[in-house]
C-alpha cells in the first residue's frame, strides 16, 4: 500500500477540522499530496418562475464554498489543493472524487453526536465505509484539539485469514516507510471465562492467537520492530479499553471477507471496534 496522495472531506464544523487536522498530520509525515473537498449540494435546475429562485440558491452555494475552502485553505496550508464537489451526499461525493484524483486514502473526521475521543459513523462515513474504492481514515471526535505531533505507530487488529494477513502487508510497508514500529493485536473476546470451561477455552484462544500473531509477524522482522499482543475482554469494547494506547497511535483494520474486491466495507467486529477506539483508524480495502 502506498500513500502518494491524501484526500480531506471538509465540512466547516468541529469534524471537519478534526478530519484535516489527521489528513494534515498524515500528509506532512508521508510527504504525500494533500487535497481538500467539500462536497456541496448540487444546485437546482429548474425551468420557468422558479429560475430566479434556483439561481439565488446556486449562488448561495458557491458563496459557502468559497468560505468553506477559505478556512480549509488556512487550516491546511498553501501546499494543499482546496476544491469544491457538487453531489446528493457527501460520501458518494467524495467516493467519486476518490477515484477521479487518484487518492491513495480519504480522510474524515468523526459524526458530530459522538463522544469526545471517540468515534461515530454519521451518513458520510457509512458511504464512505461501504463503498469506497480507497482505505478510509477516520479521526476521533476532538483530535484537532489535542493532535500528536507526529504518528508514533502503527497496530493492525489481526485475526488470522487473508484479509488480515494483507492488512499487516500494508500496514507494514507504510510503517516502513515511516520508520514506525508496527504492533499486531488479536482480542480475545469471551463473556464466559469465569467459569471452569470459559476459562479453559479463553487459555485456548490466547495460546491460538499467540500463534497466529507470531507467524504474522515472522515475516516483517528483519526490517521492522513487529510487536505482537493480545488483548481480552468479555467484549470488543472492554478489550479495547483494556489495551495500551498511545496519542500517536493508529489502527489499522482490514474490511470485511464479503466485501467486494477493491472496496471498503466494514464488518461486524471492525465497526465495533471503530466505536471503542480512542485514536484513528483506517480500514483497508479488500485485496484479491
Same mark, same amino acid.
Given at each position: ?110 459524526? !458530530? ?21 480507497? !482505505? ?44 514506525? !514500529? ?105 485485496? !484479491?
Amino acid at each position: 500500500m502506498k500513500i502518494e496522495s491524501v484526500l480531506s472531506g471538509f465540512v466547516p464544523e468541529p469534524r471537519g477540522r478534526d478530519g484535516l487536522t489527521l489528513a494534515v498530520l498524515l500528509a506532512r509525515q508521508t510527504g504525500a499530496r494533500l487535497e481538500v473537498a467539500f462536497v456541496k449540494p448540487p444546485a437546482w435546475d429548474t425551468p420557468g418562475p422558479a429560475r430566479a429562485e434556483a439561481g439565488a440558491w446556486a449562488a448561495y452555494l458557491e458563496e459557502q464554498a468559497g468560505s468553506t475552502l477559505a478556512q480549509a485553505r488556512e487550516q491546511a496550508g498553501d501546499d494543499a489543493e482546496v476544491l469544491s464537489y457538487s453531489h446528493r451526499g457527501s460520501g458518494r461525493g467524495l467516493v467519486e472524487l476518490a477515484r477521479k484524483r487518484g487518492a491513495d486514502v480519504v480522510v474524515i473526521g468523526s459524526a !458530530p453526536r459522538g463522544r469526545r475521543g471517540r468515534i461515530s459513523v454519521g451518513s458520510t462515513a457509512d458511504q464512505l465505509l461501504h463503498s469506497s474504492p480507497v !482505505p478510509v481514515l477516520l479521526a476521533p471526535r476532538g483530535y484537532a484539539e489535542d493532535a500528536p505531533a507526529a504518528l508514533t505507530r502503527l497496530t493492525v487488529a489481526y485475526r488470522r485469514g487473508r484479509g488480515a494477513d494483507a492488512a499487516v502487508t500494508g500496514a507494514a510497508r507504510i510503517a516502513a516507510a515511516l520508520d514506525l !514500529p508496527l504492533r499486531l493485536v488479536t482480542l480475545v473476546v469471551a463473556s464466559h471465562r469465569r467459569h471452569p470451561l470459559g476459562q479453559e477455552m479463553v487459555a485456548g484462544m490466547r495460546r491460538q492467537a499467540m500463534a497466529d500473531l507470531a507467524a504474522a509477524a515472522r515475516g516483517h522482522r528483519r526490517r521492522l520492530q513487529v510487536d505482537v499482543e493480545v488483548i481480552e475482554g468479555r467484549n470488543v469494547a472492554t478489550a479495547m479499553a483494556a489495551g495500551s494506547w498511545e496519542p500517536g497511535d493508529l489502527i489499522i483494520c482490514a474490511s470485511s471477507n464479503t466485501a467486494p474486491l477493491r472496496r471498503v466495507f466494514l464488518g461486524d467486529t471492525s465497526i465495533k471496534i471503530v466505536r471503542a477506539a480512542t485514536c484513528p483508524v483506517m480500514i483497508l480495502t479488500r485485496e !484479491p
